[in-house]
């Protein structure tokens, strides 16, 4: 039968329906059940990054005052006073938790899984049993990181980045023994995880797209999934060659990193930074395809520049390739080599000003509805630009030498990746929630996470520009050393109780999220009148996705131009009719 855009083809079941506890909702093939085991295990690892952020403000406001004990091993024998090598520790940890464990793993984890095949009309993924273990390679890692708070010497404390030499020598130095061999062994099992999700992503995407469904009628979402997947081919082989030769030189006397040995330290920055610059766009690419579906469904109006905004994507993932040396700028470069970095670093705005400019004119003369996801994402554009802006400065290699290793810098990649990422996943999150569960969240309670985190989130990251401008290095445990900082000591005490409020407003989304798991209003099949194929079955979606194979006729955003000539339509025609139940 015809139905709108969306033609339905009753079609015969191809999975066996699991029977077993066990094989329902652990050892799942279900990309469904996947993406939410992602998605709760990255929460926990947010509340745990989270919880070590708080610790880190405290110490920054009140050096070596006593604080609550969260580990022996992060503080002195006396057990209430941080220690110097504690600090260090707080710092690696919170950096690798956020990053690896909870920004990457729940935009491509939960919600690549979840969406990609819903979003383009498949059953499941293309290799079910790979999507699997590509859970269960990150249980371990989860559990190798965590071991690292409990074994002699403590966990990695050389920084998220592990510079060597520091991260080469082992029992030399604080924060370098076994704690930082879990570290690398935990690196790579979650690049393994990312690199067997990543080949999966590509090959549904390419090969299972449901009749009609071209390249160019993918919502943004699934073009940002896609890029990324991509992304994380290419770049995490290169990490992952990095781990296993600093592996090798902590364990078996190897020197490819070690001076003393004939290695060369700056090696590892490169092949270090030739992944983690992409890994930059990898975890924020996919919450602008996700903003980009948001932004246009509570604006009631398509979004503005389809193509540009793929075109876009493309070119900043492209551009993200070849400027890893802008994070190498003090490092003794050729000033030639140094140019050519600082000018494709620039070029990268380019495109990023395309896709805040299309964000702008979706906006344009819509019906807009500030729901919280809509709210969610419009934080998340402009936060971004503020991130992108401070970023064009740190590009520029004179200003660089100054800011380097600032607290500049610091509010700067919190900016793309809390203002940016987060606030995508916050939105992603309550506008895909009734998908995912059959229930609705509490909207106004998630407008009161809204407020609390937008206006906290800016009291606690902007001061950092102030403190970078003048001069406060990052990973210092007591400013108090330094005597120039003396005056900005109060900004940074008002810095740390804006983040408590920033901590206790993420109490009000998890409260939000739980109750709502078993308690909110029943949700519709599609109760935001959005326009992408996952609002055309159930909420949530049955075990094969669509009740009838979907046939696509026209994409999301293919919208013929209404009679009184606007360039919008009104918000009665931007809904798709859903397929037969």
């Known amino acids: 039968m015809t139905t709108g855009t969306i033609t339905a083809v009753p079609h015969e079941a191809t999975h066996a329906v699991p029977l077993s506890f066990w094989r329902k909702y652990v050892f799942s093939t279900d990309h469904k059940v996947i993406g939410k085991q992602f998605l709760f295990s990255s929460l926990f690892f947010f509340t745990v990054g989270g919880l070590l952020a708080m610790f880190i403000r405290t110490q920054l406001a009140w050096p070596w005052q006593e604080i609550p004990v969260v580990g022996r091993l992060l503080f002195s024998s006396t057990g ?21 464990f909870f920004i990457i793993p729940i935009l491509s984890g939960a919600f690549g899984n979840f969406l990609i095949p819903l979003m383009i009309g498949a ?44 991260s080469a020598l082992p029992d030399m130095v604080p924060g370098s023994g076994m704690g930082q061999t879990l570290w690398l062994i935990s690196l790579l099992l979650v690049g393994t995880s990312s690199t067997m999700g990543a080949i999966n992503y590509i090959t549904t995407i390419v090969m299972l797209r449901a009749e009609g469904m071209h390249m160019f009628r993918l919502p943004m979402t699934i073009w940002a999934l896609f890029i990324t997947a991509v992304l994380v081919v290419l770049a995490t082989p290169v990490l992952t060659s990095a781990l296993i030769l600093l592996l090798l030189d902590r364990t078996i006397g190897t020197s490819f990193f070690l001076p003393s040995g004939g290695g060369n330290p700056l090696l590892w920055q490169h092949l ?43 070119a900043i993932a492209g551009l993200g390739f070849i400027v890893w040396g802008h994070h ?82 610091v509010g700067h990649i919190h900016y793309v990746l809390f203002g940016g990422s987060l606030f995508g996943v916050f939105g992603a999150i309550q506008y895909w929630f009734p998908k995912m569960f059959g229930r609705m969240m509490n909207d106004t309670w998630g407008k009161v996470h809204f407020a609390l985190t ?45 983040a408590y409020v920033l901590g206790l407003a993420q109490l009000v989304l998890f409260a939000n999220f739980f109750v709502s798991l078993y308690r909110g209003k029943t949700a519709a099949a599609n109760p935001w009148q959005s326009n992408t194929l996952e609002w055309t079955t159930s909420s949530p979606p049955p075990l094969e996705n669509f009740h009838t194979t979907p046939v696509v006729q026209r994409g999301p955003y293919e919208y013929s131009s209404p009679e009184n000539g606007e360039d919008w339509l009104p918000q009665d025609q931007l809904l798709v009719a859903a397929a037969a139940d």
């Open 272 to 314: 270090f930074w030739f992944y983690s610059h992409p890994a930059v766009y990898i975890m924020i690419l996919p919450a602008m395809g996700m903003a980009s579906d948001i932004i246009p469904c509570f604006a009631r109006k398509p979004l503005f520049g389809y193509k540009p905004m793929v075109f876009s994507i493309m």
């Open 123 to 166: 059953r499941d993924m293309a290799f079910p049993r790979i999507n699997m273990i590509s859970y269960w390679i990150m249980v371990p890692a989860f559990v190798v990181m965590l071991l690292g708070f409990f074994v002699e010497g403590g966990t990695a404390a050389a920084g998220w980045t592990s510079y060597v030499p520091l």
């Open 80 to 100: 209430n006073i941080l220690s110097p090598e504690g600090y260090p520790a707080l710092v690696t940890m919170h950096g690798t938790i956020m990053i690896f």
């Open 454 to 498: 937008f206006i906290s989130f800016n009291l606690v990251f902007f001061p950092m520009f102030i403190l970078g401008a003048n001069g406060m290095p990052r990973r210092i445990a007591d400013p108090y050393n330094y005597e120039f900082l003396a005056p900005l000591q109060g900004l940074n005490q008002f810095m740390t109780i804006s």
């Open 328 to 409: 190498m700028f003090q490092s003794g470069m050729n000033p030639v080599l140094g140019i050519t970095f600082m000018t494709s670093t620039m070029m990268i705005a380019l495109p990023s000003a395309i896709k805040t400019f299309n964000w702008l004119a979706t906006l344009w003369r819509g019906q807009i509805r500030l729901t919280a996801p809509m709210l969610n994402g419009l934080a998340f554009v402009s936060t971004f630009v503020i991130g992108g802006l401070s970023g064009v400065f740190a590009a520029a290699t004179p200003v660089d030498i100054f800011i380097h290793d600032t607290y500049w810098i």
